[in-house]
T-cell receptor, first 114, second 110 residues
C-alpha cells in the first residue's frame, strides 16, 4: 500500500506570495491532518479534515486555510507569506476520525520564504 | 493550557539503554504517543499508552503514569540507526488533535 505523498517536496517563495501544498493520503484513509514543524516550536497542528469537512483547527491565523476533496486528497494554502512561515509542512492520514490512534505522516514539504 | 516537556538533546552509547522522559500538563487525557523522526524524514509511530503501566514492543518500551503526568520511552540495545528525534504527543480529550512536545534529539555514539 502506498504511503502518504506530499507535493511539492521543496518550495521557495518570496514574502507576500501565496502557496498551495498538496497531500494524498493512504488509500482508504479519510482523515487528513496538517502540521507545521519548525526548530523553535516543534510540530504544531494546523487543521484536520474528514470527509471534506474541517473537524479541528489549530491556533494559526486566517492566512492558513485548507480543504479536502471527495477522493480524500487535501490541499493547504498560505496567503501573504511571511518569513516566519518557513517550515516543514507535514500531513498525516488515518483511517477514521475517531480514536483510531495511528496516523501516518508524509515526507513533508519544505517551504522557504525569502 | 497544554504543556509538554521533554529534554532537548541526549547522547548515549551503542549497545546501552536510554530513557527519554516526557512530562505533560493538559486539561484532560486521552492517550500519549511516541514518534520517531530521522533527520529529513517523516515521523513514524512508535507507541501508544492510555492506561498506566509499561507497553513493550521489541527494543522499545513506553511507560505512563497518568497521576504524575509522566511518560518515558525506553530504548534498549541502542543501535546507531536509533539516532533520531523522539516526539512525545498527547491527546487531551475526545478526538482533539495531538499536541506534540518539541522533541528529544538522541545521538548514539560508538
Amino acid at each position: 500500500k502506498a504511503g502518504v505523498t506530499q507535493t511539492p517536496r521543496y518550495l521557495i517563495k518570496t514574502r507576500g506570495q501565496q502557496v498551495t501544498l498538496s497531500c494524498s493520503p493512504i488509500s482508504g484513509h479519510r482523515s487528513v491532518s496538517w502540521y507545521q514543524q519548525t526548530p523553535g516550536q516543534g510540530l504544531q497542528f494546523l487543521f484536520e479534515y474528514f470527509s471534506e469537512t474541517q473537524r479541528n483547527k489549530g491556533n494559526f491565523p486566517g492566512r492558513f486555510s485548507g480543504r479536502q476533496f471527495s477522493n480524500s486528497r487535501s490541499e493547504m494554502n498560505v496567503s501573504t507569506l511571511e518569513l516566519g512561515d518557513s517550515a516543514l509542512y507535514l500531513c498525516a492520514s488515518k483511517a477514521a476520525s475517531g480514536l483510531s490512534y495511528e496516523q501516518y505522516f508524509g515526507p513533508g514539504t519544505r517551504l522557504t520564504v525569502t | 493550557g497544554q504543556n509538554i516537556d521533554q529534554p532537548t538533546e541526549m547522547t548515549a552509547t551503542e549497545g546501552a539503554i536510554v530513557q527519554i522522559n516526557c512530562t505533560y500538563q493538559t486539561s484532560g487525557f486521552n492517550g500519549l504517543f511516541w514518534y520517531q523522526q530521522h533527520a529529513g524524514e517523516a515521523p513514524t509511530f512508535l507507541s501508544y499508552n492510555v492506561l498506566d503501566g509499561l507497553e513493550e514492543k521489541g527494543r522499545f518500551s513506553s511507560f505512563l503514569s497518568r497521576s504524575k503526568g509522566y511518560s518515558y520511552l525506553l530504548l534498549k540495545e541502542l543501535q546507531m540507526k536509533d539516532s533520531a528525534s523522539y516526539l512525545c504527543a498527547v491527546r487531551d480529550w475526545g478526538n482533539t488533535p495531538l499536541v506534540f512536545g518539541k522533541g528529544t534529539r538522541l545521538s548514539v555514539i560508538a
